[in-house]
């Protein structure tokens, strides 16, 4: 994986992409970068549409790098993501005013730090105050009872189910 919006990528390569994800309105894309600044200057700066296949997002850890969504509603887009993922702090207080879909998960790996029920919790309350779609990826490492074990055993069910929900724009395209 690579953030498309690092200071080392061309604009110009940068739009040859975005032509093939023009080109190719059948697929959905993804974009997550840890620069939606760059990202937002760039993409407003140009005389084309949003594309309605392309999905563009940035990742927020903790509070510290939660200045990020602001960046990300300036971006023109059909949907607005956000990953918590790898939630390794409290993010706070988060405007989700025009963000479509949160995405959260814990930390894999050997050296992985610990997510806290609480983390998830605020996430999730915002979520539902904004309407924004919530999804629990996983515990990765450290689950439910901070007890560190594979992601796998650790699982997805948050608050006794699994959440998969998707953002509306999407579920009314595919109805």
Known sequence: MSDLFHPEVSEDFIRKVWDVMEDTPRHHYQILTKRPDRMAAILSDWDRPSLPNVWLGTSVENKEVVERVDYLREV??????????PLIGSVGKVNLSSIDWAIVGGESGHAARPIKTEWIDEIYEQCRDA????????????????KKRSKKANGRSYRGRTWDEMPTAVLVATS
């Not at 023109?76 to 993922?85: D, T």
Request: net charge positive; charged share 20%; hydrophobic share 50%.
């Open 76 to 85: 023109p887009a059909a949907i607005r993501f956000i990953s918590f993922e």
């Open 131 to 146: 309407k924004t779609a919530f999804f629990f990826k996983q515990w990765g490492t450290w689950g439910a009872d901070n």
